[in-house]
């Protein structure tokens, strides 16, 4: 596609409830970022792929929180038992190899959790 | 640790030119980059700077001095389809931080 592409755009929940969230990256982009960003606040990093590893997953806020990807594609990150605090819009990006020169953004996904 | 410090808030006027301050802490440097979001949007890239000095891109430029571990982000001719919010980030590979964001409002 022409760019990064994240489903649902929207996703209300219940507490208590697990929820998948899709990223699908900019083809030939090797490098995939989740990040989560609350209302006026700003990017909190929670995880990184090259490829389909992910060396460090510390950035992940609780082992509710998972997130994998295949075939150097698509992501998703699912959040089981969801919480009220994890309300937020989650926001996906990619990038050519890893570099902090220019990451691209998907449009995110609010997550509301009731 | 890591991070990126910005002033949460910066007002100026329609026409005028403001700048965006980032100063960062950072284990390694690989270079500043900076963002724009407007609300509801996507941040989007404006600029990057690997080396000391001045890029320039229309009416925005970023500058960058390592010594001082220290970057702007400059806006000329300012209009109000400015009125965003921007992010300085820095970083490599594993995790690409971004400060908490300044957000830009104009007057007319």
């Known amino acids: 596609g022409a760019g990064v592409s994240q489903s649902p755009s929207n996703k209300v929940t219940e507490k208590g409830k697990d929820v998948e969230l899709r990223c699908d990256p900019i083809?030939?982009?090797?490098?995939l970022y989740w990040y989560r960003q609350s209302l006026g606040q700003g990017l909190e990093f929670l995880i990184y792929f090259q490829g389909n590893s992910a060396p460090d997953k510390s950035g992940l806020p609780s082992d509710r929180f998972s997130a994998e990807r295949t075939g150097g594609s698509v992501s998703t990150l699912t959040i089981q038992r969801t919480q009220q605090e994890d309300s937020a819009v989650y926001l996906c990006?990619?990038?050519?190899?890893?570099?902090?020169?220019?990451?691209?953004f998907g449009s995110g996904t609010q997550l509301s959790v009731l | 640790g890591q991070s990126l410090e910005q002033p949460s808030e910066v007002t100026a006027v329609e026409g005028a030119i403001v700048q965006i301050n980032c100063t960062y802490q950072?284990?390694?440097?690989?270079?500043l980059s900076w963002y724009q979001q407007h609300d509801g949007g996507a941040p989007t890239f404006l600029s990057y700077?690997?080396?000391?000095g001045l890029e320039e891109t229309g009416r925005f430029s970023s500058f960058l001095s390592r010594s001082d571990s220290y970057g702007y982000l400059l806006l000329q001719e300012l209009q109000m389809k400015d009125s965003a919010s921007y992010f300085c980030?820095?970083?490599?590979?594993?995790?690409?931080?971004f400060g908490k964001g300044t957000r830009l409002h104009i007057l007319p």
């Open positions: 700077n690997a080396l000391d």
């Open positions: 990006a990619s990038s050519l190899g890893g570099s902090a020169e220019k990451l691209f």
């Open positions: 950072t284990s390694g440097f690989y270079g």
């Open positions: 083809s030939g982009h090797t490098a």
């Open positions: 980030s820095s970083g490599r590979d594993d995790k690409i931080i």
